[in-house]
Nanobody, 118 residues
Framework: QVQLVESGGGLVQPGGSLELSCAAS?????????TGWYRQAPGKQRELVAT???????NYGDSVKGRFFINRDNAKNTVYLRMLSLKPEDTAVYYC???????????WGQGTLVTVSA
């Protein structure tokens, strides 16, 4: 069973920065896999944060454009999310996702909590 191990969450002050990491067991980062981050805050629906393809094409949710940056290391089967200028409204559980675009694989991480508060 493929698993995703997330790290980097925690408590941070408004205006601060964090970097999340998501490492996959096994070699699954290939030309067919889309990797990304989603988040869910209390009382809200899960929403897109960012995605990145094997070739480096990125997509960002409107609320994080210009502040968050996603990248992946295909050799290490790891995807990262660098978060800058954090706001209290960024507080959420962040979930890593890997999806085979052919539709035969989708894996979610357990989630890591990011809390932005003074």
């Amino acid at each position: 069973q493929v698993q995703l191990v997330e790290s980097g969450g925690g408590l941070v002050q408004p205006g601060g920065s964090l970097e999340l990491s998501c490492a996959a067991s096994g070699t699954i980062f290939n030309g067919y896999t889309m990797t990304g981050w989603y988040r869910q805050a209390p009382g809200k629906q899960r929403e897109l944060v960012a995605t990145v393809t094997h070739g480096g094409t990125t997509n960002y949710g409107d609320s994080v454009k210009g502040r968050f940056f996603i990248n992946r290391d295909n050799a290490k089967n790891t995807v990262y999310l660098r978060m800058l200028s954090l706001k209290p409204e960024d507080t959420a559980v962040y979930y890593c996702n890997v999806r085979d675009q052919r539709g035969n694989l989708e894996v979610w991480g357990q989630g890591t909590l990011v809390t932005v508060s003074a």
